[in-house]
């Protein structure tokens, strides 16, 4: 019965500190996002990928080593209805920040898996 017990409230405070996590995760990676910075490098490629496949609706002539994110940011570019480069920026780092976010979910239950319970929340 005292097992039942402590497993019952070990499942009532992951409940409780997981959301917590995941918002407080959200907060600490647009706190210190640089929304008024352009991207550079890597990040630009996939960016100028993603517009001209959602602006000229054609796949482009840009050698890229994959274009999954490029074209899974595409259809996101298609649907905000702004011409500024900033904000197809912006909207590019908000969404790997959503994504990253949700890795948290995936991770707590493979973790879940390999070490007791107290130490997934861990993990995460």
Request: aromatic share 16%.
């Amino acid at each position: 019965m005292q097992l039942e017990k402590n497993k019952f409230k070990i499942l009532s405070q992951t409940k409780i500190l997981l959301p917590i996590i995941i918002v407080s995760s959200i907060l600490v990676k647009l706190y210190y996002l640089p929304f008024e910075l352009p991207l550079t490098s890597d990040g630009f490629a996939y960016f100028e990928f993603a517009v001209e496949t959602s602006i000229l609706n054609q796949y482009p002539e840009i050698v890229l080593p994959n274009d999954g994110w490029s074209l899974f940011l595409s259809f996101f570019f298609s649907i905000l209805p702004s011409s500024n480069v900033i904000d197809f920026m912006n909207l590019q780092r908000l969404i790997s920040v959503g994504l990253s976010t949700l890795t948290i979910i995936p991770v707590y239950f493979i973790a879940k898996r390999f070490v007791s319970n107290p130490y997934t929340l861990v993990a995460v």
